[in-house]
């Protein structure tokens, strides 16, 4: 199974920029469906940002969209997340997350997930 290492996250003040990454340990990641999800304290796991694994087709959730871009450099096994114009309501664990057996990422017995990196914005 694909194991997912994520880093690059840390504190910034609000307005700020961070870009997380996420290595896999399988080159067969380059062709997954893959995304980043996020978790507040107290909150559900939600999604932040895709890549499909038909035509690279890119889905963001709204509260991100202008601000979040998602990418990925295949020759790298890493899949990438550039943050700016980052709020207080962006706090989170972020995770990435694959499935080898779906067009696209959804929380599902099949998603393979990452450990996680903490992102704190202070207003």
């Known amino acids: 199974q694909v194991e997912l290492v994520e880093s690059g996250g840390g504190l910034v003040q609000s307005g700020g920029s961070l870009r997380l990454s996420c290595v896999a340990s399988?080159?067969?990641?380059?062709?997954?469906?893959v995304a980043w999800y996020r978790q507040a304290l107290g909150e559900e796991r939600e999604f932040v940002a895709g890549?499909?694994?038909?035509?690279?087709?890119?889905f963001y959730e709204d509260s991100v969209k202008g601000r979040f871009t998602v990418s990925r450099d295949k020759a790298r096994n890493t899949l990438y997340l550039q943050m700016n114009n980052l709020k207080p309501e962006d706090t989170a664990v972020y995770y990435c997350?694959?499935?080898?057996?779906?067009?696209?990422?959804?929380?599902?017995?099949?998603?393979?997930w990452g450990q996680g990196t903490r992102v704190t914005v202070s207003s």
């Open positions: 890549i499909s694994s038909i035509d690279e087709i890119t």
């Open positions: 399988e080159r067969a990641f380059s062709r997954y469906a």
């Open positions: 997350a694959t499935d080898p057996a779906k067009p696209m990422v959804a929380i599902t017995p099949s998603t393979v």
